[in-house]
């Protein structure tokens, strides 16, 4: 079997969704965030080297071409002797290293395009007669006028050298003259602050928290209306009310349980003292016919009516253990299944019927004992009577497995479920010596339910019927 990474409960679900939506959310977010904040570091960055090119390239224009060789030469020449992206500050005792300036950043790569933002900026600042062509600086690197980065991108060059992209930017003058300049950027990315990365875990705990009790408080009240809908009709004594707690619907399934409870016992006690009343009833006039039988001079006709008496007088037993169900006075027990075995088996035998058994239980099994004898004899004394002898095979694992096996005619596929019903006999069972009431299975399936297993018919490969009494191990 498969496991699945998907929760089975409803509490388990309803978390895994919250908890996944959460972090959806938050994901999406701090995407937005980075976003922006890089969308806000590109158009800071483009408009600070748009405005230094456009100040230069405008100061050029005017100039011959001598002029405006030593002025190049002028400007080359005052660049600073560090790279243009390293930036010093002198003013203030304690001045900042680019390691501590980027500590506590982190970054979250996005793709810009840094290109095509230059450009459009540097074709609006210049105007259309200048031809600016942009792109990655190719090895060696051509000279070219460096421009120092901004500010908010010069400590993350600083950090990372190695990763520092390079741009030269050639524009062209209407006299076919060029300039380059050179411009270094940090990768695609915005540097988000490391706090915020914090900020947002708390955030989620505290959400899975809240979601946490939410969810419990909303599975919990269901968890206890199936427990109650469970333990119903496995004790003659009433369960005790549910507790009407929770949002409105699960008070209103609660309320309705309760009301649904309270009806099905008065139900059935109800019908119970109707049954107990008649029974006492039919027991009275019973035992005066069978005096007078008894006063018969006439054997045959004696031991005629003796045995419509004695029909009568099981039928009459057998309702009232039927609608009496598994009520045999005591609470559920463990019951050593093996052992219960092992005595229907003795007691069949001291009767002369062939009885065996195969298969052990592993531990065990919680319920109401005499019940569960008084379904296991039904069922081989089915057995018995239409197949001369019966076999039990024990399983135990996830469930508790107890089948019952004839090797009688079997029965037709079509009543395999009609036996099921009370006073209900095949055609070919309905005389008095082998047909009986017509209850035992049904009894027998009775307390299988009670017990929250089942009770199935099968006809078996090789011959026969087989009886398959499961009951789930309690978790």
Known sequence: MLLSPWPQSLFGRLLAASV?????????????IAQEREHFMLQGSVREWVRRIAETTLMLAPLNAAQRADALAQ?????????????????????????????GFLRLPLLT????????????????????????TREPAPPAVALPAPFF??????????????????????????????????PGGAPL???????????????????????????????????????????????????ERGARELRDAARAFNTMQDRLHRYLDSRTRVLAAMSHDLKTPLTRLRLQVEALENPPMQARIGRELDEMESMVREALSLFRGLDDGGPPTAIDIDELAAQI??????????????????????????ALKRCL???????????????????DGADLLIRVRDWGPGIPEEELERVFEPFYRLESSRNRDSG?????????????QAHGGSLHLANAAGGGLAATLRLPRRR
């Open 345 to 370: 088996r003795d007691e069949f035998a001291d009767m002369g019927a062939s009885v065996t058994i195969s298969g052990h239980a592993l531990r065990p099994f919680t319920g109401k004992p005499q």
């Open 377 to 395: 004899t039904n069922l081989i004394a089915n057995a018995i009577k239409f197949g001369t002898r019966a076999e039990i095979h024990i399983e």
């Open 20 to 32: 996944a939506a959460v972090l959806i959310a938050q994901a999406v977010a701090l995407l937005l």
């Open 436 to 448: 009986g009431t017509g209850l035992g299975l049904s009894i027998a399936r009775d307390i299988a």
């Open 153 to 186: 991108e010069a400590h993350e060059l600083a950090l990372h050298p190695a990763s520092a992209q390079r741009y030269d930017v050639t524009v062209r003058f209407g006299d076919g003259a060029t300039v380059t300049y050179r411009v270094m950027r940090t």
């Open 75 to 103: 400007l080359v020449a005052s660049q600073p002797a560090h790279p243009p992206h390293v930036m010093h500050h002198s003013a203030g005792p304690h001045p900042m290293s680019a390691h501590e300036l980027g500590r």
């Open 113 to 136: 395009d840094f290109e095509s933002a230059l450009r459009e900026q540097l074709r609006a600042a210049l105007g259309p007669s200048y031809g600016i062509e942009i792109g990655a």
């Open 193 to 243: 602050p490391r706090n915020l990365f914090l900020n947002l875990t708390l955030l989620v705990l505290l959400l899975v928290i809240v979601l946490y009790i939410a969810a419990r408080n909303i599975t919990r009240p269901l968890s206890d209306l199936a427990r109650a809908a469970d333990s119903m009709g496995r004790d003659a004594r009433p369960p005790p009310q549910l507790a």
